[in-house]
Structure formats: C-alpha cells, structure tokens
C-alpha cells in the first residue's frame, strides 16, 4: 500500500520489532524514566484519539499542544494524528516554558482557531496556579478555548483501522509555529506529503534506519526537534533517547553521559549548544566519555560560528568524536525542515567586500576576513535552490550575496489562514525562469561556492552604516568574549535611526549585574567599541547592560533582535543601564 500520511510509516514499525523500545526518555539525574515500545505507544495513543472522538473533535480540528518536555507529548501528537486533527505545537507558556513563552502561545491559539489545548495534569495545574498567582500577572491564559488532559486517558484499540487516513499527501498533517525571530509566530502547514518525502530524504541523507540510535535534547516544539527527532523515530528512521532540553542547559554533561551510555549513533545541536558544551564540561569528563560510535551529529537551527566548531571539535576530541561525524546543515520549518546537508567546505572571504554584497576569496591588504562554514550540496531529489536579488527577484552572479529561495517534494503548503502572505512568501517567482517554478523566500542571505550553500545571515538583520552592510551576528560575535562580565549567550546588535543616518545599538546580559554601577558600565562599553572597531570599522556604538534573562529569544535560543529593539525603544527594558554614544 502506497503510504499518504505519517502514520504509514509508523505502522510499520509495529511489526518490525515490537519489544524494542522507540522511544526512552531519560530524566535529570541521567536515568531512563519511561519507555514506549511501538505498540505501548500505540495503545497510549488510542485511549486518547478515543478522548477527543468522544468530544466530539473531527478532523481538520486543531489542537495546540502544550506539553513539559516528556512523552505525554509524543502520545497526544500521534493521537492527533490518529484522528486526523492537527496538532500545533507551541512552546508552553509561563514557569515552564520560560520567558516570553506566553505571547507566542496566546498568539497560536488564536491564530489556528484551536478546537482545544492539549495538556498534562502536571502542567495544568501549573497553569491554574500561575492564573491565580499575582506572581504571573503578564501570562495570557486563552481560557475560552478548553483545556483537556490527555495523560488521564486509559489505553484504546491500537488496530490500524481505525486510524484515520488522509484523502492525499497534500492533506494538512502538522502545524509548526515558527519561531518569531523576526515576526509574529505563523503556523506553518506542513502536509503528510511533505513529511513523508523529508523522512525519505533524510533517510538517505543522514544514513538512518532501525539501527540507528538517537540521542536529541533538542525542544519537541521546535521544528529541529519535531521533525528531525520524533517524526523521524515514528517513521522508522532511528530508536530515540529524548532528553528535556530544561536538563540539557542546566547541565550540558548529561547529553554526553547519555550518548555515551546508549551508544549514540546520531544526535544534532544548533551552535550554541556546542559552545554551552565546551563552557560547562571539563576536561575529565571528556576523556570518561565514548563517543566513538557517533556517525553523525547535525548541526542547524542558528549560524554556525567555524571558531565554535574548532573548539567543539578539538575540546571532544578525547571522547573519541571523530571530526567527519560533524554535519552543518541549513533548514528551516517552511521547507519542513532541510535544505542542503553534510557541509565539508569553509571558506575565507573579503569582509570589506561581503560589506557590499560581493564573495571575493582573496583578501585585499588591510582587509578583514570572514570564516564561513559550508552547509553543504543540495541532495533533495526534484529541489532547486537559487541566489536571487530580494528587490528585482533576479538570480544573482556567482559572486554575489542575494536571498536563498528553495523549491523542493519538503516545501510547506502555506501559512494557516494567510493566503496573501503564503503567495509572497512560498510560491514567489524568479525572473527570468522559463520553468516558472514557485520558490519560498527563505529571507536568508547567501551564497554559492565549492558545490556548497553558504549562509551569512538574515536579510532583515543587516545593519547599513555609511552604506555598508554588517550582519548582526558578526558584531555579536565580535563583542560575546571581549569583557568577562558579558554573557556570551545574551548579546543582540541591532540598528537605531537617528535623524540623520543609522547607528548601531548592542545590548549585552551582564553576569553580576547588581553590582554593575556607571564605572564598571563605561569600561565593558570601552571593549565593546575597541572590538567593533577593530574588526568592522563600527566607529560609535549605544552599549546597553542588562540583567541575565532580559534578552528575548526564540523557542529555540535564537536571540530576538527585533524584540529587543522594539522594547529599548519604548523605554521598556527596566533597569538597563544606557551608555550612550558621545559625539
């Protein structure tokens, strides 16, 4: 039987090897708390596709899905899938979903028109404290739409049969909030046909299989995570150990500890993950480790910094990680999620020229250069991935930056409920093209070179000043290490329009902030503007210190500049000290 939704794939797994564990989910301390084999989950799937068929859901309902990191989450979205209702996962808000979480999570509610929120006993009693504690008075607690435990739910009938099956791959399978790095969070639709050809792809790809053992601490409503790692596990492409990613940033040695255990053969982090790792294990703890199995570890979701990767590399390096398992990939969850994959390319290129949208690799006397990691060719059976000028929507020359447009069998239907902006932003059109073929506008920049894509940033996070551009996180990554007190994870550059031309503002988390009086405030602004201006040029810079925490970031660590910006703007950063350009 041709397979048309998800759950094909998984069906098969019920047969394949029905008392091997699919999915363990390992605890705090390192040990496995709970453990689902194929069948079990199946069983535990049910009883709740058996909650929602007696409330009277039907399919094309949305359920958003509001889970603390753990299984009850796995079990809801096969339910929902199960019941042909389609499940939108949101970062839970409040406690336990961090910072800023409740914003995105009202705003997914209202814009999927939920039939119902998904939830645990654990954390619906969480929510109802928070509702009723002054503690919380920002939380925004759509209570009119109803919220349903899922984990009370007994077993039910596992048969396949009365699974429901989509009428085509086109059907909506899943809805993945992005991430709102750069706007307000949509619901992308990716359809059963999507993730059907992503499994098969990344099958191939990233050589997975049955015996493929996978460890992830990656968020499971983030698409990095959703698709790479659950869906991949249902669909037969790995065992998974899940960590909580709570865990994982609280004590990063738990990740190795666990891959070393389990004998690891894939596992994936975005770029700060490897530097979190390198900052908060010792060099004991590395020599103790195994990681000698590991074939694969994808790297994505954010930039990749190569001096993070050296250093990642080289710190693991006696756990036994071998440099060819390293994997930088590019993706995003339009494209559900990868674009190219299995990058071995780096490349130095003239920053000055980069400054104006030109690769040059030789380097001018007295200029700077920019260390960029490959993401690798395009592998994706049918894809086309084009340069293309964002303005006149022309293909650019080899030698240029231009916006990276994908098309691809993995390409997302659309936004839920916003055909305009699914037309503009999915199905655009180069110029030129004789196929007439509709590519989605990633709003990346990049480029081309050596068979391999190259990512230099976020269209709307360049900076021009004197008309040149800089890319936001170059600067960050100029000032994370010049003072101690920075925190390197909490730095965002953005620019500020000043009457007469742009300026450029770096806000920065300061470790010991309480104790950061005007003094100390001057002399890590000095270091910022000393670092800025040897390596960009950056004449003056607003420094902005503020306490840990205060930086907006997106469900999956990337840092929010145009929240940031917004709240320095309206004077709503409370406590920031403001070391202000003097001319």
């Known amino acids: 039987m041709t397979a048309t939704g998800i759950l094909d794939l998984f069906a098969a797994n019920l047969a394949r090897d029905p008392d091997q564990a699919l999915f363990t989910f390992v605890d705090g301390a390192g040990a496995d708390h709970a453990a689902y084999t194929a069948p079990a989950l199946t069983r535990r799937a ?37 019941a042909g209702v ?22 997914a509610v209202r814009d999927c028109r939920a039939r119902g929120i998904l939830t ?4 619906d009693a969480l929510r109802r404290l928070a509702a009723a504690s002054s503690a919380f008075p920002g939380l925004d607690w759509p209570d009119a739409v109803p919220w349903h435990c899922t984990d009370t739910a007994g077993d039910g009938d596992p048969d396949p049969g009365r699974w429901h099956r989509p009428a085509a791959p086109t059907d909506p399978a899943v809805l993945q909030y992005t991430s709102g790095s750069t706007s307000t969070p949509r619901g992308v639709v990716m359809t059963h046909g999507n993730l059907l050809a992503e499994m098969r792809c990344n099958a191939v790809d990233f050589h997975l299989g049955p015996a493929t053992v996978g460890v992830s601490w990656l968020p499971q409503y983030h698409d990095f995570g959703l698709v790479n790692a659950i869906l991949s596990a249902l669909s037969g492409n790995m065992r998974l150990y899940s960590l909580s990613p709570l865990d994982f940033v609280r004590r990063p040695a738990l990740w190795f500890e666990t891959m070393a255990r389990v004998g690891a ?28 199995p590991l074939a694969t570890l994808v790297c994505a979701a954010e930039p990749i910094r190569a001096a993070t990767v050296d250093r990642f590399l080289d710190a693991f390096a006696a756990a036994g990680l071998r440099p060819e398992c390293f994997c930088p990939t590019y993706g995003l969850a339009e494209a559900s999620v990868s674009v190219s994959s299995w ?17 040059a690799r030789e380097i001018a006397d007295g200029h700077r250069e920019s260390v960029y990691v490959g993401c690798g060719p395009i592998t994706k059976p049918g894809s086309r991935v084009r340069i293309v000028d964002p303005d006149t929507c022309v293909p650019c020359p080899e030698d240029r930056v231009g916006e990276i447009w994908v098309d691809s069998a993995t390409k997302a239907a659309g936004y839920f409920g916003r055909p305009e902006e699914s037309r503009a932003g999915l199905y655009a059109e180069v110029r030129g093209e004789p196929d007439a073929r509709r590519y989605l506008r990633t709003g990346d920049l990049g480029f081309f070179a050596d068979g391999e894509l190259f990512v230099t940033g976020r269209r709307k996070d360049v900076i021009i000043l004197r008309g040149r551009n800089h890319y936001a996180e170059d600067l960050e990554e100029s000032v994370r290490r010049c003072h101690p007190a920075i925190r390197p994870g909490g730095v965002a550059a953005f620019a500020l329009e000043a009457a007469e031309q742009e300026s450029v503002a770096v806000l920065l988390e300061v470790a010991a902030f309480e104790a950061c009086d005007t003094g100390a405030a001057e002399q890590v602004a000095a270091a910022v503007r000393r670092n800025l201006a040897l390596a960009h040029q950056v004449g003056a810079a607003t420094v902005v210190l503020v306490p840990p925490g205060t930086v907006p970031k997106t469900t999956s660590g990337k840092v929010r500049r145009h929240a940031c910006k917004a709240l320095y703007t309206a004077g709503e950063m409370a406590g920031a000290i403001t070391v202000p350009v003097r001319r």
Not at 97 to 104: F, L, N, S, T, V
Not at 344 to 359: C, K, N, Q, T
Request: with cysteine.
């Open 86 to 107: 389609i499940p939108a996962a949101v970062l839970p808000p409040g406690p336990a979903g961090g910072r800023g979480g409740e914003q995105a999570f009202a705003a």
């Open 343 to 359: 990058g071995r390319a780096r490349i130095a290129v003239d920053a000055e020229e980069l400054a104006g949208g030109r690769v």
């Open 120 to 123: 645990s006993t654990e954390f």
């Open 46 to 82: 049910a009883g709740v596709r058996d909650l929602l068929d007696g409330l009277g859901w039907r399919p094309g309902d949305r359920a958003v899905l509001v889970y603390p990191p753990g299984p009850d989450f796995v079990v809801a979205l096969v339910a929902c899938l199960m």
């Open 265 to 292: 053969t894939l596992t994936a982090s975005p770029n700060f993950g490897l530097d979190l790792a390198v900052r908060k294990t010792t060099p004991e703890q590395r020599a103790a480790w195994d990681l000698s």
